[in-house]
């Protein structure tokens, strides 16, 4: 162990480094605290300082005091010299930060057991250090996971599109590097176009894996055992009922008491030539229905049991008719269940009003009016849930992204 000697006494520096020098340590001296300094800054192997309490210049408790209060990206261990015997002299010497007392005159076998001592804390702390650089590597490289996990998420997302005569377009922000929302929208055949949005319980990467794998399976529209169409050749493209959706997910996945991971849902098929909506709801805030021309919003869904809760629920089917123009704005709770600095939720009936003042303007205006909106109630863009809406419009095929 490299030992630091700060002591102003000549000849009682000289005995103190020969003994510690015979206990088979390297010796690094100084006369006073700012020469101790100086070598502790241009000597990293010091681990150890044997300090002298009364000394001109900076004294033993100032240099602790340096010490301590010193960048040095390593441990110091201190022990304090000293011929003050009162308990206050204790008391001020642990204050700033001194690890051991040694008396003087120095009785040598009592500094051997203190430096064995002083010599075990600080390996304890090397082998601290090493454990912490090793597990901040780690974390390090489970970061540049979740960035790329986060870049995955991103391109799984559906772009902004219009499907037929349906403009569709979306906010996604997850909590987290990965969120446990989704959503998705596909053409089932030339007449009808499936949408959805989930989410699963929980955050992180259990939530988000799981996301993963419920997107990909639903947006298999095409492959031979998708389960948003019927199966037969002769049914090819034939739309299955949205309560049938959610009841095949729930069947395939069930939670158990290790897993925890159910998940609320809104699945919707819209017959893009009539406006004809079928709606089914598992446990998802309602779906707010914007009816501009009607000077209306109202509520679709009736909440139902979350997915994967229960093995033999049921779910309802729910019909509307949209006339162009109108909207469908699906969220996940993390937008109404909000809170600002003083504890007080978003609420629907605020989502309600921001909607009913932007909802002549053009979809992607809306939408950004929301988000500008909920920063300013949070106060942040930092929040404790994922902030996911997906939105869409009937009309007669003329994108509202850049139109109305």
């Given amino acids: 162990m490299d030992v ?49 309490w009364m000394m001109p210049g900076l004294d033993g408790i100032g240099l602790c005091e340096a010490i301590r209060a010193g960048d040095f990206d390593r441990y110091i261990y201190f022990i304090l010299l000293t011929g003050k015997t009162e308990r206050s002299a204790t008391v001020q010497g642990l204050s700033v930060g001194a690890d051991d007392f040694l008396n003087k005159p120095v009785d040598f076998q009592e500094l ?74 596909h053409a089932i055949d030339d007449e009808n176009v499936m949408f959805y949005q989930l989410d699963v319980a929980g955050h992180g990467i259990r939530s988000a894996l799981f996301s993963f794998a419920l997107n990909n399976l639903l947006k298999d529209v095409d492959g031979a055992s998708s389960i948003v169409r019927e199966e037969g050749r002769e049914l090819s493209g034939t739309p299955v009922s949205p309560e ?26 819209i017959h893009t030539p009539t406006g004809r909506v079928r709606l089914c709801h598992a446990g998802h805030p309602p779906i ?5 021309k009607d000077d209306t919003i109202g509520e679709l869904g009736d909440a139902g049991v979350p997915v994967g809760m229960v093995t033999n629920a049921s779910w309802c089917c729910q019909q509307i008719q949209l006339k162009p123009g109108d909207r469908l704005f699906l969220y996940s709770d993390g ?70």
């Avoid at 700012?34 to 150890?48: C, D, H, K, V, Y």
């Avoid at 049938?244 to 098929?269: E, P």
């Fill in 4 to 52: 630091l000697i700060v002591e102003d006494v000549h000849g009682q520096r000289r005995l103190l480094s020969a003994v510690v020098r015979k206990l088979g340590h390297k010796v690094h001296e100084a006369q006073d605290g700012l020469e101790a300094l100086s070598l502790l800054a241009a000597e990293p192997t010091i681990r150890l300082v044997i300090s002298d």
């Fill in 112 to 185: 051997e057991v203190r430096l064995k001592a002083g010599c075990r804390v600080v390996e304890l702390e090397q082998t601290l250090d090493q454990k912490n650089s090793e597990l901040q590597q780690t974390l390090d490289m489970l970061e540049d996971d979740l960035e790329s996990a986060a870049l995955t998420q991103q391109s799984l997302l559906a772009e902004p599109a219009t499907i037929q005569n349906i403009v569709f377009d979306w906010h996604f922000k997850p909590s987290k590097i990965l969120g446990g929302d989704m959503f998705g929208y």
């Fill in 244 to 269: 049938q959706v959610i009841s095949r997910l729930n069947k395939r996945f069930q939670t158990t008491a290790d897993s925890m991971l159910y998940f609320t849902m809104s699945y919707g098929v």
């Fill in 288 to 292: 707010l229905w914007l009816r501009p």
């Fill in 335 to 404: 937008i109404t269940e909000c809170e600002n600095g003083q504890q007080q939720m978003f609420g629907e009936q605020r989502l309600k009003d921001i909607l009913k003042d932007a909802w002549q303007l053009p979809m992607t205006t809306m939408i950004g009016q929301v988000w500008n909106d909920l920063c300013q109630w949070r106060g942040s863009e930092n929040f404790d849930d994922d902030m996911t809406y997906l939105v869409m419009e009937y009309g007669d095929g003329v994108s509202g992204r850049s139109g109305g």
